[in-house]
């Protein structure tokens, strides 16, 4: 194995449970991520780094160059894994000599191979999943471990140039919330790379731009033994207006490539009030503006039905596409390409259809386009990574480095 600690590294962070919570206000909206944080901690101490972990949860470390280099470059990951899918008691499976075919895990559920072409490429190689009763959590546990292996093996060998590098581990990432309390100034780098990607050779310098909404509506509550021409129900009204969004078009479910989507992400309520939360995607922002404009039509369409209820939509922005900025200075996104070419990995110069803490970062001021990890079918249980990829990462993440210790 040419990176001896990285599985093992691995295995050891997805059994810590760190799944974020939305509906939480505080920050870290779970404290259980702190977990992780204090084990980074005592990990980097234990190289013989400086490392902390503020009262947020961001863990904060640095390697000091062994050149004259100009820059100081960030390696950034996230410690939380997603809301959607279970992160308690997860169990890593090692598929080692992969041979083809799918992967059945337990409770039914299955990594059909036919499903997931980049997985009919691996036989011979080391798979890891979950048991299939949770996630993985390779996203992005995958991105740490490849970022703490390559930060050991620099140590380990001083003949190779590298700058300072700048390394930060953030909470709540996967709720839109990873970079509200990163401190830039105390980070210090010049430059940035988030290592939170997917499938080999991917560099994603372009992301969806976001905005998030919530319609509330509210309605009449009236007892219904007694409510002829008196209830309106906020219930129903909500429903229909999801109900008249289209069925194949506009969707998560029927998108692909550079097409936007409306996404109703959650409802509750009651006969008096229900809310629905939206969550807005497009590349641009004209495109972005058009899609919650139509929502708000199929709203002012239905509202006329129903002059007693009140309904209001409230939207905010989330992030906008990084290209913008990136577009400022090529040479972060370059030299990321040029590495690749130097392993031996075939770039992929690719748009994410999601959003990255490298994208707020990058409107802060901080260029952070994002590097592969490897992983594949975030967010589920059929979550695989792929052992041999990781260490392509790892790779890729050690020769950025040497690269950029020689840019003035």
Same mark, same amino acid.
């Given at each position: 194995?040419?990176?001896? $600690?990285?599985?093992? /590294?691995?295995?050891?962070?997805?059994?810590?449970?760190?799944?974020?919570?939305?509906?939480?206000?505080?920050?870290?909206?779970?404290?259980?991520?702190?977990?992780?944080?204090?084990?980074?901690?005592?990990?980097?101490k234990s190289m013989g780094l400086e490392a902390e972990?503020?009262?947020?949860?961001?863990?904060?470390?640095?390697?000091?160059? +062994?050149? &004259?280099? /100009?820059?100081?470059?960030?390696? #950034?990951?996230?410690?939380?894994?997603?809301?959607?899918?279970?992160?308690?008691?997860?169990?890593?499976?090692?598929?080692? +000599?992969?041979? $083809?075919?799918?992967?059945?895990?337990?409770?039914?559920?299955?990594?059909?191979? !036919?499903?997931?072409?980049?997985? /009919?490429?691996?036989?011979?190689?080391?798979?890891?999943?979950?048991?299939?009763?949770?996630?993985?959590?390779?996203? !992005?546990?995958?991105?740490?471990?490849? #970022?703490?292996?390559?930060?050991?093996?620099?140590?380990?060998?001083?003949?190779?140039?590298?700058?300072? #590098?700048?390394?930060?581990?953030?909470? *709540?990432?996967?709720?839109?919330?990873?970079?509200?309390?990163?401190?830039?100034?105390?980070? $210090?780098?010049?430059?940035?790379?988030?290592?939170? $990607?997917?499938?080999?050779?991917?560099?994603?310098?372009?992301?969806?731009?976001?905005?998030?909404?919530?319609?509330?509506?509210?309605?009449?509550?009236?007892?219904?033994?007694?409510?002829?021409?008196?209830?309106?129900?906020?219930?129903?009204?909500?429903? *229909?207006?999801?109900?008249?969004?289209?069925?194949?078009?506009?969707?998560?479910?029927?998108t692909e490539g550079k097409e936007g989507y409306i996404?109703?992400?959650?409802?509750?309520?009651?006969?008096?009030?229900?809310?629905?939360?939206?969550?807005?995607?497009?590349?641009?922002?004209?495109?972005?503006?058009?899609? &919650?404009?139509?929502?708000?039509?199929?709203?002012?369409?239905?509202?006329?039905?129903?002059?007693?209820?009140?309904?209001?939509?409230?939207?905010?922005?989330?992030?906008?596409?990084?290209?913008?900025?990136?577009? &400022?200075?090529?040479?972060?996104?370059?030299?990321?390409? &040029?590495?690749?070419?130097?392993?031996?990995?075939?770039?992929?110069?690719?748009?994410?259809?999601?959003?990255? *803490?490298?994208?707020?970062?990058?409107?802060?001021?901080?260029?952070?386009?994002?590097?592969?990890?490897?992983?594949h079918n975030f967010h589920s249980r059929t979550e695989?990574?792929?052992?041999?990829?990781?260490?392509?990462?790892?790779?890729?993440?050690?020769?950025?480095?040497?690269?950029?210790?020689?840019?003035?």
């Open positions: 194995m040419k990176y001896p $600690g990285l599985l093992e /590294r691995f295995l050891r962070y997805v059994r810590v449970d760190t799944q974020s919570d939305p509906r939480s206000e505080t920050i870290p909206s779970t404290e259980k991520q702190k977990n992780l944080g204090r084990m980074l901690v005592e990990e980097l972990m503020d009262e947020y949860g961001y863990v904060y470390s640095y390697l000091p160059s +062994n050149t &004259e280099a /100009r820059y100081k470059i960030g390696l #950034i990951a996230h410690m939380d894994t997603s809301p959607d899918v279970s992160g308690t008691n997860v169990n890593p499976q090692v598929h080692e +000599n992969y041979q $083809g075919g799918d992967i059945a895990l337990k409770e039914g559920v299955v990594i059909r191979a !036919d499903e997931n072409p980049d997985l /009919r490429e691996k036989k011979g190689e080391t798979i890891i999943t979950s048991d299939g009763t949770t996630l993985l959590g390779a996203d !992005d546990k995958a991105g740490i471990a490849e #970022i703490m292996t390559a930060v050991d093996y620099l140590l380990s060998h001083p003949e190779i140039p590298h700058p300072e #590098i700048k390394i930060a581990f953030t909470p *709540d990432e996967e709720i839109g919330r990873g970079t509200l309390k990163f401190d830039l100034e105390k980070f $210090g780098a010049d430059f940035a790379y988030t290592v939170d $990607g997917g499938a080999l050779g991917e560099i994603e310098d372009e992301t969806f731009c976001a905005d998030s909404g919530k319609m509330i509506v509210k309605g009449v509550n009236v007892h219904p033994g007694y409510a002829k021409g008196k209830l309106v129900n906020a219930v129903k009204i909500a429903s *229909d207006i999801v109900s008249r969004l289209p069925r194949f078009t506009l969707s998560p479910e029927t996404h109703p992400t959650d409802i509750r309520g009651n006969v008096e009030r229900a809310e629905v939360e939206f969550i807005f995607r497009a590349f641009e922002v004209e495109e972005l503006k058009e899609i &919650e404009e139509f929502l708000k039509k199929i709203i002012e369409t239905v509202r006329k039905d129903y002059p007693r209820a009140e309904v209001e939509l409230q939207i905010k922005e989330q992030y906008r596409n990084m290209k913008y900025k990136l577009q &400022e200075e090529p040479r972060v996104v370059d030299l990321a390409i &040029e590495a690749a070419k130097q392993v031996g990995i075939k770039p992929r110069r690719t748009s994410i259809r999601g959003g990255t *803490d490298g994208a707020m970062l990058s409107y802060k001021g901080l260029l952070t386009p994002n590097l592969f990890t490897g992983g695989w990574i792929c052992l041999q990829d990781m260490e392509k990462a790892v790779d890729l993440l050690i020769k950025l480095m040497e690269l950029w210790a020689k840019e003035k």
